[in-house]
């Protein structure tokens, strides 16, 4: 199996990146003294992009000191760095799309705006915390505009994690959508792969689905391999878990055993199933047969950890 750890490592967005300093949230003058600060760093949040510099090889993410303006636009507050710096971002509207370049970037050679999904896999983990934790929120914002309970509207505070009700002060807070994802293997240490419904020829991944209300995880994890190919299950283990703010989701990974190897697919979730050995899933994509997940997802590691090695180490 290789030397793995049990866990997953390094694991993309798990690592914490700075102190989110709660405490200093309920300030209402928070953004305002810090976006008068100098030493503030701030992120520009284009959309779904920042601007990204390529620095020694790597990819690092373009902060800047406050600007006139920025006090107009939607702040959030990120937390304390070690050095003591507070960082803010601040949602602009997205580029105009006829400026992508066909790669997705977007200005200058080796930089310039990009997704998460782009450039999430290079990051450290200061970097990654203020991309995923700015975009997951954004996300929230632009989806809740409106009071759930009269549908008046809704304004931001506590430096940009909740929202007010201007009507009668309700206060709502960002969510998170906390789906479990697991690696199921048979008595053979077979791994079951899947193809999602609509997803293209040759697209396989690890299953996955949404927690439910009352569910514990390892029963939520039971249940979605029962729904999507008919097994039962034992022996879940916890591998390790990942933000994934695609909108506001948490990821959950899990291993499980299979009790069988007949599968009885969900045909509106599943167009394809079927069982693999490692030697065939190493020549499947090899082949170009078998298209992976790239690295920047949990189930890309679920998968390596199965492995025991990474798709493109021997």
């Known amino acids: 199996m290789g030397s793995f750890a049990k866990t997953l490592p390094n694991l993309p967005f798990a690592q914490p990146g700075l102190d989110r300093s709660a405490e200093l949230r309920s300030d209402p003058g928070l953004l ?17 992009r920042v601007e990204v510099r390529e620095e020694e090889g790597l990819a690092r993410l373009s902060l800047r000191a406050p600007q006139a303006g920025d006090i107009d636009r939607l702040g959030l507050f990120l937390g304390v760095d070690d050095h003591d710096a507070a960082h803010v971002a601040v949602v602009l509207d997205p580029p105009p799309e006829d400026h992508e370049r066909p790669d997705g970037s977007h200005g200058v050679e080796g930089g310039g705006l990009r997704t998460l999904r782009q450039v999430g ?8 915390t203020l991309f995923t934790t700015s975009l997951a929120l954004a996300n929230w914002h632009r989806a809740h505009p409106f009071c759930p309970r009269c549908g008046a509207p809704t304004e931001p505070a506590h430096g940009g994690w909740l929202r007010r009700c201007t009507a009668e002060g309700s206060e709502h807070y960002p969510r998170t959508d906390v789906a479990v994802i697991m690696s199921v293997v048979d008595q053979d240490d077979r791994l079951l792969l899947a193809r999602g419904a609509g997803w293209g ?23 979605e391999v029962r729904e999507e190919v008919g097994l039962e299950v034992t022996d879940v283990e916890y591998l390790g878990d990942q933000p994934w703010p695609f909108p506001t989701s948490l990821m959950v990974g899990f291993t499980a055993r299979a009790l069988g190897v007949d599968l009885a697919l969900q045909d509106s979730e599943i167009a394809e199933a079927r069982w693999f050995t490692r030697e065939e899933l190493l020549a499947a ?27 493109d180490r021997p």
């Open 32 to 48: 305002a003294d810090l976006l008068a600060t100098p030493t503030t760093r701030v992120l520009e949040l284009h959309g779904d």
């Open 121 to 128: 896999a290079h990051l450290e983990a200061l970097d990654a």
């Open 201 to 223: 020829e040759g697209r396989f991944s690890v299953l996955a689905g949404f927690l439910e209300p009352g569910e514990s995880l390892p029963v939520a994890v039971a249940r």
């Open 285 to 311: 994509v090899e082949d170009g047969r078998l298209a992976m997940s790239g690295r920047l997802s949990i189930s890309r590691r679920l998968l390596e950890h199965w492995l025991g090695h990474e798709l």
